[in-house]
């Protein structure tokens, strides 16, 4: 008791800290999309100045491959992206009836089961609502903006400050982490070191890791599709990398969604399905005995399930950006829970035996 009333001021600091989290969480979000691509590119950074440039210059140079490269990705994807979506946008009543009149009756017939029809009228109400009611909302944001300059304006600027945090972090990255190491009680410093260095190795993992796996098996969907001609390949690509955050998961609904898009274009044709499967199980292979190993490895330590479950309760608890963060902070309470274990173990109250006791 006599430690906790002493550490008071560490209370209340923690506790300031989060009031002003809360209090200013409106204008935090450059500097939180900042320091994440700074983290990201810090050891770029590092390994440039070990070649014996200087750190500015080092900086300059990373931050620059990362603007030009941000800006061409949106360039060239951007003006794809929306013709397959204006072209699923025309197609889909024609997917919904083909999918009553050839795909479910070709089901029921391979495996012997009875599948209810899709009720167009109800899918035709909902999709007429839908676009209805996304074209008022439309309305009313574009007239709020019309209204309200200023939120734009101060919008415009918060995005703007993410290229300036990120420049000035990258240069200090370095010099705010011994700051912060400095800060540390002495007798506490060697533990929570370690300790960093554990979470630093799973969060890189992840975030570099498992991002640029992502990255690489939508490119690896996405161009293989469009070889094989499947007109949404693009969309389909990219949904199935980002889905492969959860093992297995991309791959279903990748291949589940190429395989009907195929059939609508295609008919009952095998060949194009056959391209299909090929696209799909190449990504699999590159992504079992090459990416996975070389890019990620056994760091982040978390069980299939327990990915899905870290996924699922993130976002029921904070919505998408709970979902995003749910993996890294899964990761870091796996490597406490990992030290609390040895600890445990090593404990005198789990080592004492029955006869200890008497």
């Known amino acids: 008791m006599n430690n906790l009333i002493n550490r008071w001021p560490v209370w209340l600091g923690i506790g300031v800290v989060i009031w002003l989290i809360h209090a200013l969480q409106s204008i935090l979000m450059p500097f939180f999309a900042g320091a994440l691509l700074a983290y990201l590119c810090n050891p770029l950074v590092n390994r440039l100045t070990q070649w014996k440039l200087k750190r500015v210059t080092a900086v300059t140079a990373v931050f620059s491959v990362l603007f030009l490269s941000i800006s061409a990705v949106f360039i060239l994807l951007i003006p794809v992206l929306w013709r397959q979506f204006m072209y699923l946008e025309s197609r889909l009543p024609m997917l919904l009836r083909w999918v009553n009149r050839q795909g479910i009756p070709w089901l029921e017939k391979t495996f012997r089961v009875d599948i209810d029809r899709l009720d167009m009228d109800l899918i035709s109400s909902w999709l007429t609502s839908y676009w209805q009611e996304a074209g008022t909302a439309a309305g009313h944001v574009m007239t ?74 939508g490119i690896i969907y996405a161009v293989g599709l469009q070889i094989v001609g499947v007109k949404l390949g693009i969309i389909i690509g990219l949904l199935a990398g980002l889905a492969s955050i959860i093992p297995y998961f991309g791959f279903i609904v990748g291949i589940i969604s190429a395989t009907i898009a195929t059939l609508f274009q295609h008919g009952m044709a095998f060949d194009p399905i056959l391209g299909v499967l090929i696209v799909f199980a190449i990504g699999q292979i590159l992504e079992g005995w090459v990416l996975q190993p070389y890019l990620i490895g056994d760091k982040i330590g978390l069980p299939p399930v327990g990915v899905i479950f870290s996924v699922m309760a993130g976002g029921q608890l904070f919505g998408f950006v709970g979902m995003l963060l749910a993996l890294p902070v899964a990761a870091i309470i796996m490597v406490l829970l990992h030290h609390a274990h040895t600890r445990y173990r090593q404990s005198e109250f789990y080592q004492r035996t029955e006869s200890g006791n008497s």
Request: aromatic share 6%; net charge negative; charged share 20%.
């Open 144 to 217: 709020k903006v019309m209204q309200s300059s200023l939120d734009i304006i101060s919008i415009i600027g918060l995005v703007s400050l993410i290229p300036v945090v990120t420049f000035y972090l990258l240069l200090d990255w370095d010099k705010l982490i011994n700051n912060i190491k400095e800060l540390l009680p002495r007798h506490l410093e060697p533990k929570v070191t370690q300790l960093s260095m554990e979470c630093n190795d799973v969060l890189s993992a992840f975030l570099r890791g498992q991002l640029i796996v992502m990255l690489l098996l």
